[in-house]
């Protein structure tokens, strides 16, 4: 299992940028899919990215596509969300998330981190 803790998130004006990172712990980072997910208040925790363990694939959310870009750095167990033209409805808890070893962008997430908010003002 990987242990997982989101930064970066804050407040920003619409347009503007973020990006988020998520360090992980563990021997399986290297082999393990890696996903993005938000929550907005009274709402459900939606996709917004997933990325191999490679880096090779990656799959987005159709609100974040051409916007949003999931990567990864195996070397420092680090996965990033760099959030660009953010708009208001962009606002949410950001969550960290990621596979079991071998996972893929299609399997199911069974880590969890804390979440990073992510405010966006008009």
């Known amino acids: 299992q990987v242990q997982l803790v989101e930064s970066g998130g804050g407040l920003v004006q619409a347009g503007g940028s973020l990006r988020l990172s998520c360090a992980a712990s563990?021997?399986?980072?290297?082999?393990?899919?890696m996903g993005w997910f938000r929550q907005a208040p009274g709402k459900q925790r939606d996709f917004v990215a997933a990325?191999?363990?490679?880096?090779?694939?990656?799959r987005y959310a159709d609100s974040v596509k051409g916007r949003f870009t999931i990567s990864r750095d195996n070397a420092k167990n680090t996965v990033y969300l760099q959030m660009n033209s953010l708009k208001p409805e962009d606002t949410a808890n950001y969550y960290c998330?990621?596979?079991?070893?071998?996972?893929?962008?299609?399997?199911?997430?069974?880590?969890w981190g804390q979440g990073t908010q992510v405010t966006v003002s008009s």
């Open positions: 998330a990621a596979t079991n070893r071998y996972g893929s962008i299609w399997s199911g997430f069974g880590s």
């Open positions: 563990g021997r399986t980072f290297g082999s393990s899919a």
């Open positions: 990325i191999g363990w490679s880096g090779d694939n990656t």
